[in-house]
């Protein structure tokens, strides 16, 4: 018996909602099934897949709270229109009271009722059935987790309904939902900023495959504790479009208008597209000449290199060259062409890895040539002032491209090491560290009982470049530097120990670059280096005031990718080492960060992905991000940021296959504290093993025993061990 209000169409809703309602407790059950599968305890979703848990039980109380209300609300209204015509039909106390039993009876016998209970019923035990029966998932873990989770959401569904309909006499249904919206938003965002401390420090401490940052070991006291922050880590929230507001587009660099004229072929022809007579080109341009603004103590070698090399021509027909860097010019329109060309005798010296050009052939572990006609390459590529944390938040693609790299494991296998740790918040002495192996740190009277001091300055013979350890007779050498200094004056105020088979600094020379913020006080004179200086000064002082680095509109580091691409082409049949620093992260907004990220992104999944087999990359972070407008008050959430740079070892997969105990070991190391010492003797100790050359020309009788990440470091170490200054000491 269905109630008289327009039968067929009273029918048709009821089926309609019943159905829906159905449809929503199956979609409520399935999601919740899901939510349940995958995983062992709460311990796995947290740390893996936490984001797929608040979908599905998010989902599943929604359809839960449809479901139940629609049935709820159609069994209400059944008994509440039976109810009113009922005691519209009598006034007598004793009538009611016979009525409301009729209305009870009539309740029975209405289809509209007792089909939306019976569903409501039949769905209330099943989905009680279903979140406390097995399922194959302890109960007393993630199950109940989930549970809670869910009666949660659906309390809160059910506080949010009661009152809309408590309020609804007294406020107007619009006025209400505006209100409800706006504590919402309120919640969200002292939730989001609450929460922010916990979140972030999920993202520092997780990493590929899901590793993990070990803050302390309860099971071994001896190892140090890295305090959790207890700070919001405020830096999380600048937008991207308030610093590039504030910095006036300065981390983007805008292409150039007019169409492109010049093209500098792989073979070396140069052709330019220009009306006779206004084209020209400059041949290893001299960007030293007039630019007052450049650091002359850093680059006098680079001057006495390039400067006397400049040739100017006016253009008449396509040449082939072999400089590196060259200027093409039609009118006032300049490109700038940079490229790496073969030399036949670099090819030559190094095509004798299957036969040792050493003093004791003996000695070294040898490859034949059906194994390995060429060592495994090295990239070393090294960021100038990149955190662990502020690669995954500035630099999620490539992040990301490192998880396909392992989970697919059958070119390369990643390695990451979260207690990485620098040495100061200066690149200075972290890269000398990684580089040369030397100590160039200056204590305090408060870390006297510090270990590994430097009692002598810097000598070759005793602290080589890495990359010295590897064979010559194998391996090409590259250097490229992403900023206008020589590294070795810069920093150890020599010459470097080798000139590289192949260097790339000069165009990062260019005035484009190198040019002062207020331009108005300093003008292209011969001032002296003071001025120069306070120039540079100012330029490092002001708030957002570094400029953009770029190079004919493009990112300065757009041309370096291009280069190693070429490099890595050109020499494809022999071993290469090239050694990369990138410079562009110093940036005040660290924005300039989220636009490498496509061009490294791009270079590593496309560009490396055929040479990835035989390349072992390393990408490493001098220091953590430590630019000072960066943060709003350096406190402890910032200070860990700063201390632990980022530094991930990527390594053929066949290679770990011939030597299992290079992953054991590696993989131990991945939470021992560590610092720019421990890279630096991995790099030497690869040189021994036959896929690298068989030798460390340094150690050639392999005295050095410390193998860095390649041997176990004490689970014991603390910073007086490795030598950290006691006041930048994340680990104590």
Not at 322 to 334: K, L, Q, S, W, Y
Not at 385 to 390: D, I, T, W
Not at 479 to 505: F, N, R
């Amino acid at each position: 018996m269905l109630a008289p209000k327009n039968g067929y169409q009273q029918q048709h809703t009821l089926t309609t909602s019943t159905v829906a309602s159905v449809g929503c407790f199956f979609a409520a059950n399935t999601f919740y099934h899901w939510s349940l599968e995958g995983g062992k305890d709460v311990d796995w979703y947290t740390n893996h897949n936490i984001k797929v848990l608040g979908i599905y039980l998010y989902l599943s109380s929604i359809c839960y709270y449809i479901s139940f209300f629609v049935l709820f609300k159609l069994c209400f209204d059944r008994w509440c229109w039976w109810e009113r015509k009922n005691t519209t039909t009598t006034t007598t106390t004793t009538t009611t009271k016979y009525m409301s039993t009729s209305s009870l009876s009539n309740l029975i016998r209405d289809l509209g009722f007792i089909i939306p209970a019976l569903v409501l019923c039949c769905s209330v035990f099943l989905t009680l059935s279903l979140i406390t029966r097995d399922t194959g998932v302890s109960f007393e873990k993630h199950g109940k987790f989930n549970l809670y989770l869910l009666i949660f959401a659906l309390l809160i569904y059910l506080l949010v309904t009661v009152s809309v309909f408590s309020l609804k006499k007294y406020i107007s249904i619009k006025k209400l939902v505006f209100g409800i919206i706006v504590c919402l938003l309120v919640v969200l965002v002292l939730y989001s900023i609450t929460n922010s401390k916990s979140n972030e420090t999920y993202h520092w401490s997780t990493g590929i495959d899901h590793g993990s940052l070990k803050f302390n070991d309860v099971e071994d006291t001896g190892v140090c504790t890295i305090k959790i922050p207890d700070s919001v880590p405020w830096s999380v929230y600048l937008p991207k479009i308030l610093t590039y507001i504030s910095t006036g587009g300065s981390s983007m660099c805008v292409p150039k208008q007019y169409k492109q004229f010049s093209t500098y072929a792989p073979d070396g022809t140069l052709t330019i597209n220009c009306p006779q007579g206004k084209a020209s080109f400059i041949l290893t341009p001299d960007f030293f000449k007039g630019n007052n603004y450049l650091p002359y103590q850093d680059i006098n070698r680079l001057i006495e290199t390039y400067a006397p090399i400049e040739r100017k021509y006016n253009y008449t027909k396509p040449r082939v060259f072999t400089d590196e860097t060259v200027i093409a010019r039609c009118g006032n329109n300049a490109e700038l062409h940079i490229r790496n060309f073969k030399k036949s005798s670099v090819v030559e010296r190094a095509s004798k890895f299957n036969d040792p050009q050493v003093k004791n052939p003996s000695t070294v572990s040898t490859m034949t040539k059906e194994e390995k006609t060429k060592p495994i390459d090295i990239m070393f590529l090294k960021f100038n002032g990149l955190s662990r944390a502020h690669f995954k938040r500035a630099m999620p693609k490539t992040f990301s491209t490192l998880q396909r790299i392992q989970n697919d494991g059958r070119t390369s296998q990643v390695f990451q090491f979260f207690r990485y740790h620098a040495f100061k918040p200066d690149s200075y002495f972290n890269s000398i560290s990684m580089f040369t192996g030397y100590n160039a740190l200056k204590y305090s009277l408060e870390d006297q009982d510090i270990k590994g001091k430097s009692m002598f300055a810097h000598r070759w013979e005793f602290d080589p470049m890495f990359y010295q350890s590897f064979r010559k007779d194998s391996y090409v050498n590259a250097w490229i530097y992403g900023a206008c200094a020589d590294w070795y004056t810069k920093h150890l105020g020599k010459e470097g120990p080798i000139i590289p088979d192949h260097e790339l600094i000069l165009p990062f020379c260019s005035s484009e670059i190198f040019k002062p913020v207020h331009n108005s006080n300093n003008n292209n004179n011969n001032n002296n280096n003071n001025k120069t200086a306070v120039a540079m000064e100012q330029q490092q002082q002001q708030p957002f005031s570094i400029p953009k680095k770029c190079l004919a509109g493009k990112h300065s580091n757009t041309y370096i990718f291009q280069y190693i691409n070429q490099f890595w082409n050109n020499y494809k049949d022999v071993g290469k080492i090239s050694t990369i620093s990138i410079m562009d992260t110093v940036q005040e907004t660290m924005d300039i960060n989220d636009y490498i990220d496509s061009e490294f992104n791009h270079f590593i999944s496309s560009s490396m992905k055929p040479h990835l087999n035989d390349t072992a990359l390393f990408i490493v972070g001098d220091n953590g991000s430590s630019v000072k407008n960066y943060y709003f008050n350096q406190d402890d959430s910032d200070q860990l940021e700063i201390s632990m740079p980022t530094l991930y070892i990527i390594l053929p997969t066949w290679f770990i296959e011939r030597n299992p105990n290079v992953k054991t070991i590696l993989k131990e190391n991945e939470n021992q504290l560590s610092t720019p010492f421990h890279l630096y003797r991995t790099l030497r100790a690869l040189s021994k093993y036959p896929e690298f050359g068989g030798i460390d020309i340094q150690d050639p009788e392999n005295k050095i025993t410390d193998n860095g990440f390649l041997s176990s470091i004490p689970t014991n170490y603390n910073c007086k061990d490795l030598g950290i200054p006691h006041d930048f000491c994340q680990c104590k």
